[in-house]
T-cell receptor, first 110, second 111 residues
Framework: SQTIHQWPATLVQPVGSPLSLECTVE??????LYWYRQAAGRGLQLLFY??????ISSEVPQNLSASRPQDRQFILSSKKLLLSDSGFYLC?????????FGSGTRLTVV | QQPVQSPQAVILREGEDAVINCSSS?????VHWYRQKHGEAPVFLMI???GGEQKGHEKISASFNEKKQQSSLYLTASQLSYSGTYFC????????????WGAGTKLIIKP
């Protein structure tokens, strides 16, 4: 069966520090992968999606970037975090049908 | 354009029914429904792919009215475990799996 792993679960980072969040999917190949951010009490904001290795589409211009170095690996990065980057970051995949989300990373920028 | 969910929030007693609506000003190609419990990731409930389609999942079902550009989620005889925020997501196109998400409907079930 397919599983999605996302880590870390929580992260507290100072303003201006770098960020790297990793997401891996098991049990499937060539999935569509997504990074979402959710502010407290709000809906889901799509940040990036990828349909294949090295193929990244950005939905919202900001100081975040994403990479897909392997078929089942999706990485979200930042060189310098801002206070406004705080939120709940979710990785998701699908291959037709519904989306499956990772357990999320709660990022607090202080 | 973001689909509109209504109501924004609803409080029920255990055993009562609820309806959550998701409507769009643009054509709906497919509609996804998810439930998110506090502090957790959203969980997929069901997807409706064509107009007139209805689906059920235990006591949770949904309909898709393509003409009205609307989908409704029905929760019957609600249980405490149904509490959470419900999101609908609408696809951008027939073969476009990117979703545009509603703002969510918070459902609180009281014993």
């Amino acid at each position: 069966s397919q599983t999605i792993h996302q880590w870390p679960a929580t992260l507290v980072q100072p303003v201006g520090s770098p960020l790297s969040l990793e997401c891996t999917v098991e049990g499937t190949s060539n999935p569509n992968l997504y990074w979402y951010r959710q502010a407290a009490g709000r809906g889901l904001q799509l940040l990036f999606y990828s349909v294949g290795i090295g193929q990244i589409s950005s939905e919202v211009p900001q100081n975040l970037s994403a990479s897909r170095p392997q078929d089942r690996q999706f990485i979200l990065s930042s060189k310098k975090l801002l206070l406004s980057d705080s939120g709940f970051y979710l990785c998701a995949w699908h291959r037709g049908g519904g989306y499956t989300f990772g357990s999320g990373t709660r990022l607090t920028v202080v | 354009q973001q689909p509109v969910q209504s109501p924004q929030a609803v409080i029920l007693r255990e055993g009562e029914d609820a309806v959550i609506n998701c409507s769009s000003s643009k054509a709906l190609y497919s509609v996804h429904w998810y439930r998110q419990k506090h502090g957790e990731a959203p969980v997929f409930l069901m997807i409706l792919l064509k107009g007139g389609e209805q689906k059920g999942h235990e006591k949770i079902s949904a309909s898709f009215n393509e003409k009205k550009q609307q989908s409704s989620l029905y929760l019957t005889a609600s249980q405490l475990s149904y509490s959470g925020t419900y999101f609908c997501g609408t696809a951008k196109g027939y073969s476009n799996y990117q979703l545009i998400w509603g703002a969510g409907t918070k459902l609180i079930i009281k014993p």
